[in-house]
Nanobody, 120 residues
Framework: QVQLVESGGGLVQAGGSLRLSCAASGSTSSINAMGWYRQAPGKQREWVAAITADGSTGYADSVKGRFTISRDNAKNTLYLQMNSLKPEDTAVYYC??????????????WGQGTQVTVSS
């Protein structure tokens, strides 16, 4: 019942910045935590960052200090500010949401992804 749509991907040179957005719609009141994953060609999907309902954040070691995750609950939008981008950051970035429609019931939702390409 929750739809996620990513935007903001594109081509950027190494050292540059990019800001991804994820707009949530549907039964957004059921959303608990949200986060970002990415998948590079030939690699497994990896976790990038997450933010909980109380605002606590976490980051993968590979992006710590460079990426910042945030959310605007009023706008039902998740963000990922990416600075000091590296070619190895090139991947399709996916927005993810943990859902809790009822106590004790859990599910999740995924966006379709947005391509981020970092040139050297």
């Amino acid at each position: 019942q929750v739809q996620l749509v990513e935007s903001g991907g594109g081509l950027v040179q190494a050292g540059g910045s990019l800001r991804l957005s994820c707009a949530a719609s549907g039964s957004t009141s059921s959303i608990n935590a949200m986060g970002w994953y990415r998948q590079a060609p030939g690699k497994q999907r990896e976790w990038v960052a997450a933010i909980t309902a109380d605002g606590s954040t976490g980051y993968a070691d590979s992006v710590k200090g460079r990426f910042t995750i945030s959310r605007d609950n009023a706008k039902n939008t998740l963000y990922l500010q990416m600075n000091s981008l590296k070619p190895e950051d090139t991947a399709v970035y996916y927005c993810w949401a943990s859902l809790r429609p009822r106590p004790g019931m859990y599910s999740d939702s995924w966006g379709q992804g947005t391509q981020v390409t970092v040139s050297s």
